[in-house]
């Protein structure tokens, strides 16, 4: 298949395309920057919000994998906007399949930026067109980069009754890969990581795993978000589940069968470890249009 992938420079788009390609696909991968073709990767150039380059970057794709968003401060560019652009362009297209990453707990708590991640949910499947929703709970990476910008602090703040259940950024895309190659579902599916963790158990084993004693200051977040945390909505017991825990994450185990000089799985090998440039999303130019942490931001004239 030929699959356009959209937040392809995302923490999720960086380990769904080589998965998608490791598994015999053809991908067109979305950017808002000039890159080099290779392989079974053609990049293009297009930009979601104003809908400039996207009739030409679904054209002759048989599927479109929609990863791009616009994360916690991006006001809903990519999600609503962006959304929207490229369900026009793919019903013109032909397209016979959109897959829609979401969020566990859109459906349930649409609050903040969940409501844009709905609304993306309900232009999809309000497009005539053959549809897909992976709904995920929170990615393991974007997890490990929260924690180290507050590593400086001498203590952290610690809710015990906020709930967590973190996924790999690989098996979300493993599993993404598997849907976008079957037949639409017209339905949201979830997954969710192996473990459901309190917000303080999740800090003291990352604090513990990178050799850091912290003071822990217990308190209780507020806000309907973490209501929701608390109260198990963002969390699934959806089959199947990821099977990396938080702790293999941090410290992966040294697999038995890996070859001499590292392991030749492009997309576990550069998304397994917190220090790869998988999970290092700023040093990625891409980062603040689509699929980085910090969302989207409109392009300026310099």
Request: hydrophobic share 40%.
């Amino acid at each position: 298949m030929r699959i356009l992938v959209t937040g392809a420079t995302g923490m999720l788009g960086r380990a769904l395309v080589p998965a998608l390609v490791k598994a015999g696909h053809q991908v067109r991968a979305l950017s808002r920057t000039k890159r080099e073709s290779r392989g079974n990767v053609e990049w293009v150039w297009g930009d979601l919000f104003s809908g400039h380059g996207i009739p030409e970057a679904v054209a002759g794709v048989d599927a479109v994998a929609h990863l791009a968003t616009s994360g916690r401060k991006g006001r809903g560019a990519a999600d609503i906007p962006g959304t929207r652009q490229l369900v026009l362009a793919a019903r013109d297209a032909g397209i016979g399949h959109v897959l829609l990453t979401s969020m566990v707990g859109a459906d349930r708590v649409p609050v903040g930026y969940l409501t844009y991640k709905l609304e993306a949910e309900r232009l999809v499947a309000g497009s005539g067109l053959g549809w897909t929703v992976l709904r995920s709970t929170p990615f393991q990476q974007w997890l490990h980069r929260r924690l180290r910008d507050y590593a400086s602090l001498p203590v952290l703040p610690v809710d015990p009754s906020v709930l967590v259940q973190p996924v790999h950024t690989g098996e979300v895309a493993a599993r993404a890969a598997e849907l976008i190659a079957g037949a639409p579902l017209g339905a949201a599916v979830e997954f969710g990581g192996p473990q459901v963790l309190g917000h303080a158990e999740l800090t003291r084993t990352w604090c513990r795993l990178h050799g850091l004693r912290r003071m822990f200051l217990p308190v209780r977040f507020p806000g309907r978000l973490h209501a929701a945390e608390r109260a198990g909505d963002l969390t699934t017991d959806a089959t199947p589940a990821g099977t990396i825990t938080w702790r293999d994450f941090l410290a992966p185990p040294a697999p038995a069968d890996t070859p001499p000089g590292g392991s030749d799985d492009f997309a576990t090998e550069h998304t397994a470890s917190p220090t790869s440039p998988a999970t290092q999303p700023e040093q990625d130019p891409d980062v603040h249009v689509y699929g980085g942490d910090d969302g989207y931001e409109r392009p300026t004239r310099s």
